[in-house]
């Protein structure tokens, strides 16, 4: 056997041509070794060597075109079948064992059945190993290669030629890749898919293929990788960044590159000008479509500085007319397509069984399968394709052996492949496909509102225009089949091959309109096809049969189609499109769309929702479709009438009150300081917001020099947002959430116990002195558990404030006399202990403290106080009982009222420091005056304690001065001794000291005696004789120090505290009155809307809603930037320059509109007496008409009488005489 599948292997046997001479020969060869395989004698090897034979000889008949019998055919067939089914069989047997116990290297190598099968399929395992383990170092070595290309120059060393020559690789490449599109076209095609991978974003490494990375780039760069690659994409390249778009994926080994700078990287080196050329110049389909994809890598995101390098060569290079007649030849190319090879689905695909593998397969939003990052190779994709045909032979196969009255079609059969050229028939063909790359490059050249490129696509200002705006509407026209039949058929067209097209079409159209583009919305709106039909026949229908196993697509469709609508009516104050789409719609079916989306929303929720993160939420598709019909409302009544929710739950009317509540609506003011109105759905994450957190803002916010809120309101929108995402995040916690939700009972808690504590201190301390704290009459000890029995029993008959409250203190009262008053107050102060830990567990858990930083935690004084509140309560625990008495500062943080008092004093703190120092200089120079002149007259009498002694000695003798001498000298008889002690301790025994004879003592006495005193502080000192020489001048310092210091001074600073307290009490009610009256964003008062069509209640809670707002900023944050309509676009813009000239001021659309309605009915009044006017002149013209046709007859009937009346006298002068 050997010997004959060598011969036919060899190069003789294929050079040989008396084949097909010896047919019959051959025939007989090939049936003899059919024989000896069903024979029992050979062993397996023996069999696998006869089978090889069997194999070569069927393939060189097949190749020979060498005629078989059809019952030889059937069995060689058959036996290849088996063979397959059974090579199968054993794999799935390895892999399920393999997966149970790991590897089997060891039993089987001590198995018998090591055949030539085995071996190949263990050479396959093995393969597979090797692939899965060397693939990611296979992507690292291709990233390396694409990184060389990025700065090739860094090869070499600096200074030398090659570095220099190197330094425009990429543009000299690129213009390499121009001169291949006509010679070398595979070359050109491999190039251009080199550089989209350049552009591709990878996923991140595994940890071998991030080390080879890491070592490749040593050993080509010598680690000037970061440095050149940081340099060489600085400056002019990142410009981009201001240009939005959310493509900016980072890979971490390259040192903060985005994929941003890599598009502005290879636009600069000219790519945009070779994807122009290539779409302009070939003639190749495969590079043209290579070209647009290339043209889209280069502009995904919406690179706006890649934007403009396209505009800037189409406009002013005038390449625009042969560009734009390419692709506008593309597009009449494929609706000829479609219309010559449009099918229409019949059959109920719905019924039609599909296994798990097949759906995993499928091309859609559930079941998207991102492309792998493995780089196969063309060989290894083609064994892939044999091996999967083999599998499904094989399985035919088995399932015929199993069950032989089952008649399956095979792929390897006549039947199998009519299907498979059925199927491929189904296919959108070459030239219907590539309008998805097309319009995909359309839209991005339109990303992020261009509104250049918007109307460049439209008029091209050249001799030929082509509009592409109306031509693509046109193949959305064509696809959906509206040229061939009905809008109900929609389904008889959409199906899973083109869908994911027509939603592209879809995307595309709504990029050419948002913004707003003004022409491009009347274009689409008024066109001459079908189109807006078509659009509004996708949200309305439904697609069957695509909708019964594939609504994810349906749904998708839906979105687009009501987003599309949605951009038609974008920033346009008049009706014209409306009412274009208002005249073809119902607007029953429109509501009832949007409850059926809700009900299969409200399925999945229920349902085993595994749709993965791609696919559109069903409610989402509702809200969008709410909104659609929340904007037509505004010009159809009938329409408005149905979207309000009624009260009867059994009308099905719970999808409108869901949708009414997640929908909200608000105002700003563009540039042109025109205002517009913007319906938005609420985003989820709103609804974590707290209504504590609403409160605080609500009354917190201050106001501006302008009497505005919204600067401040602005910048607190950043730590909302935070605290939403916290709230969200702790809702995973169930414990740490209910915690949190009670922040308030704790506060209320603490509070409560430290009153109780500190009450129990002051009346029972010290604790034991009497012995007999825990004893208690009989009959106080019954009507104490009395009346623990009755506040026990309030608990369940009152609300929980009043009940507890009694309840607690009967209970501590209890305690108190049955165990005592300390292990009462250790109770008492655990508890307290705990709860304030619970307290501050709940407050981290609210406001999300440590997410901040440590900075923010330092500086939050809030979070610092409650940490103080624990210590002291540690303190008043494990310390002594007193420093529970701080705790009770605790009332001046939870009353306002209190905190008003206090800000009284600290608001004009500097004042009254500064007037109080005041006061110290001036009881300063009063000292200086006492000391000098009035010493003696400080004297005060004391109340000694009993058994002390005064402390004499030096001190007095060092304080005794030249007055005190003077005194003890009589009248010419003066002593130089000083007096005795005797005279000091005859003063202390009398009870009267000198408060004055050292300077620092003067101090101190007048400002404690001369401050506290009322009439200052002559009030304290010796009251002097009339007859003594400084009588005037004590009358004077006394009455000088009481009108300076104690009416003036003092008073001064009681009228500063008083005035600030009347000013808070001023600013308080008139922020409340402000709370109450006055709009929040635009600052309108309540009487500007005193007897107009929309009260102020209406405003503040509709129009101008302070928390719309809010969610409108949640919505731009958490938004994909590349889907934002035009005014989120506008308004995004704005918040990155913070500038809030956005934020309507003083102004509101509802009094405009009064406004203008008011105008409107003068116009129209005016309008009604012009047109009287007009119809009585046109009376009066027509009887002046009738008056001059009368006398213009009457006078033709005067002329033509006197005209008769002149010829008769004529007349009778000839005729002849009788």
Not at 484 to 501: A, D, F, S
Not at 667 to 684: A, C, G, K, L, Y
Not at 792 to 821: A, C, E, Q, W
Not at 1061 to 1079: G, H, N, P, V
């Amino acid at each position: 056997m050997n010997i004959v599948s060598g011969f036919f292997n060899s190069p003789f046997s294929d050079n040989s041509t008396s084949l097909q001479t010896h047919q019959p020969v051959f025939i007989q060869l090939l049936q003899s070794a059919f024989r000896i395989y069903n024979c029992t004698w050979p062993n397996p090897s023996q069999k696998a060597s006869v089978e090889s034979c069997i194999r070569t000889l069927a393939e060189v008949a097949k190749n020979r075109g060498i005629a078989i019998p059809v019952d030889l055919d059937s069995q060689v067939n058959t036996l290849f079948m088996k063979s397959h089914s059974n090579m199968v069989q054993r794999a799935a047997m390895g892999w399920r064992l393999s997966a149970r116990s790991g590897p089997r290297f060891k039993e089987a190598l001590g198995g018998p059945a090591w055949d030539y099968r085995n071996i190949i399929e263990k050479l396959q395992d093995v393969v597979a190993s090797l692939e899965q383990q060397f693939s990611p170092m296979m992507q690292a070595e291709f990233s390396v290669l694409v990184d060389v290309l990025y700065s090739p120059e860094l090869l070499f060393p600096e200074g030398s030629d090659a570095r220099i020559r190197c330094g425009a690789f990429m543009s000299k490449l690129i213009n390499h890749t121009k001169k291949l599109m006509e010679k070398e076209e595979k070359l050109c095609i491999k190039i251009l898919q080199t550089l989209r991978e350049m552009l591709e974003k990878k996923d991140s490494f595994v940890e071998e293929g991030s080390t080879l990375r890491k070592i490749l780039l040593n050993r080509y760069f010598k680690g000037d990788y970061g440095v050149g690659m940081n340099g060489h994409l600085s400056g002019t390249y990142c410009k981009s960044a201001q240009g939005g778009g959310s493509f900016s994926g980072q890979d971490s080994d390259k040192m903060g590159i985005s994929m941003s700078d890599i598009q502005c990287l290879l636009d600069k080196e000219g790519a945009s000008e070779l994807v122009i050329d290539v779409i302009v110049n070939t003639k190749n389909d495969r590079i043209f479509s290579e070209g647009i994809l290339l043209g889209i890598a280069l502009l995904e995101g919406g690179n706006t500085q890649t934007q403009y390098s396209f505009y800037q060569q189409l406009h002013e290079q005038k390449k625009s007319e042969k560009f734009f007649k390419v692709l506008y030849d593309r597009m009449k190319a494929a609706q000829k397509e479609i219309r010559s090879t449009v099918t229409v689905n019949t059959i109920d695909l719905g019924n039609k069984k599909r296994d798990d593998d097949n759906e995993l397969m499928t091309s859609g939003p559930r079941m998207r399968v991102r492309d792998s990052s493995l780089h196969l190779k063309e060989g290894m994709k083609g064994q892939l394709t044999e091996a999967s045909s083999a599998t499904s032979k094989a399985y035919c196969v088995y399932r015929r052996e199993m069950d032989p009255e089952i008649d399956i079609m095979c792929p390897g059969s006549e039947t199998g492949n009519a299907e498979e050229k059925s199927a491929e028939e189904v296919t959108m063909s070459p030239a219907i496909a590539i309008m998805q790359p097309i319009l995909r490059f359309l839209q991005l050249l339109c990303e992020n509102h261009n509104r250049e490129l918007q109307n460049f696509l439209r008029n091209q200002n050249n001799k030929t225009n082509y509009n592409l705006v109306c031509e693509t509407l046109q193949f959305l026209d064509c696809i959906c089949g509206s040229t061939t039949g009905g809008l109900g058929l929609l389904g008889l067209y959409i199906n899973e091959k083109n869908v994911v097209l027509v939603n592209q079409t879809l995307e595309s159209l709504t990029e050419y309109c948002q913004g707003p583009c003004h022409e491009n919305q009347t274009c689409i709106a008024t066109h001459e096809s079908n189109g807006i039909d078509i659009i509004i026949a996708l949200i309305l229908n439904d697609i069957n049969p695509l909708g019964k196993y594939r609504m994810d697509l349906v749904l998708q469709l839906k979105n687009n189609a009501s987003k599309l609508l949605l951009a038609i009516m974008e920033s346009r104050h008049d009706s014209e499109n409306a009412e274009r789409i208002l005249f073809n719609m119902r607007p029953r079916e429109l509501v009832d769309v949007m409850k059926n989306a809700y009900n299969q929303g409200l399925e999945c929720d229920h349902g085993d929702d595994e749709g993965g993160d791609d696919g559109v939420s069903p409610k989402d598709v509702g809200h969008n479709i709410y909104i659609l019909a929340h904007q037509l409302a505004r010009h159809n009544k009938l329409l408005q009438q149905m979207l309000k929710p009624g009260s009867d739950p059994a009308d099905g009317d719970e999808a409108l009150k869901y949708y009414a509540n997640h929908t909200a609506q608000i105002e700003i003011v563009r540039h042109d300081r025109t205002m517009e109105q913007i319906v938005f759905p609420v985003p989820n994450i709103c609804e974590y917001l707290t209504q504590e957190s609403k409160c605080r803002v609500f009354n917190t916010t201050e106001r501006d020099e302008q009497g505005s809120k919204v600067n401040d309101f602005f910048q607190q929108t950043e730590d909302l947002y935070n605290e939403m995402k916290w709230q969200k995040k702790i809702r995973n916690n169930p414990a740490l959430f209910w915690f949190s939700r009670h922040i308030s009972l704790w506060g209320s808690i603490s509070f409560n116990l430290a009153v109780f504590i500190n009450l129990a201190v002051a009346l029972f301390y010290p604790f034991g002195d009497d012995g007999d704290e825990g004893t208690l009459s009989p009959l106080f000890s019954v009507l104490l558990w009395i009346a623990v029995a009755i506040c026990t029993s309030m608990l369940f008959f009152f609300s929980k404030p009043v009940g507890i409250r009694p309840f607690l203190v009967s209970v501590m009262l209890r305690s108190i006399y049955t165990i005592g008053l300390g292990p009462t107050l250790i109770l008492l102060g655990a508890a307290n202990l705990c709860n304030k830990i619970v307290f501050l567990v709940s407050f981290v858990g609210n406001r999300g403290t440590f997410t901040r930083g440590y900075r923010a935690v330092i500086l939050d004084m809030a979070f610092l106080y409650h940490v103080a509140y624990v210590l002291v309560c540690m303190l008043g625990l494990f310390v002594h009982e007193f420093f529970y008495s701080f705790l009770l500062f605790d009332l001046v943080y939870r009353e306002e009222t209190l905190l008003n008092v206090i800000k009284s004093v600290t608001r004009n703190g500097r004042s009254i420091i500064l007037t109080a120092v005041l006061a110290l200089i001036l009881v300063y120079l009063f000292s200086i005056i006492g000391f000098l002149f009035l010493k003696d007259d400080f004297t005060m009498e004391v109340d000694r304690l009993k058994n002390r002694t005064p402390i004499t000695g030096s001190n007095d003798i060092s304080t005794m001065t030249l007055s005190s001498m003077m005194r003890t000298c009589d009248t010419g008889n003066c002593s130089p001794t000083i007096p005795a002690s005797n005279t000091a301790d005859e003063e202390y025994e009398d009870g009267i000291e000198r408060t004055c004879d050292t300077l620092l003592m003067c101090i101190v006495t007048v400002l404690n005696q001369g401050l506290r005193n009322g009439g200052g502080v002559g009030d304290v000192l010796r009251r002097p004789s009339k007859d003594e020489p400084l009588f005037a001048a004590r009358v004077v310092y006394d009455l000088l120090f009481y009108f300076i210091v104690i009416i003036i001074v003092l008073n001064l600073i009681f009228g500063v505290i008083i005035d600030t307290f009347a000013d808070l009490r001023s600013e308080k009610q008139k922020k409340e009155e402000i709370l109450k009256t006055t709009c929040f964003i635009c600052g309108l008062e309540r009487d500007k809307f005193d007897n107009k069509t929309v009260s102020f209640e209406e405003h503040i809670k509709s129009e101008h809603n302070m928390w719309h707002y809010l969610y409108f900023l949640v919505l731009v944050k958490v938004k994909d930037p590349t889907e934002y309509t035009g005014p989120e676009s506008y308004v995004a813009q704005m918040i990155v320059e913070k500038n809030l000239d956005w934020f309507p001021r003083m102004r509101a659309m509802s009094l405009v509109s009064n406004e203008g309605d008011s105008e409107q009915n003068e116009i129209r009044n005016l309008q009604e007496k012009l047109e009287c006017t007009m119809s009585l002149v046109k009376q009066l013209s027509g009887q002046l008409a009738e008056l001059k046709e009368q006398m213009t007859e009457q006078r033709k009937n005067k002329q033509r009488l006197g005209f008769l009346g002149s010829n008769t006298p004529h007349v009778n002068h000839h005729m002849p005489p009788h």
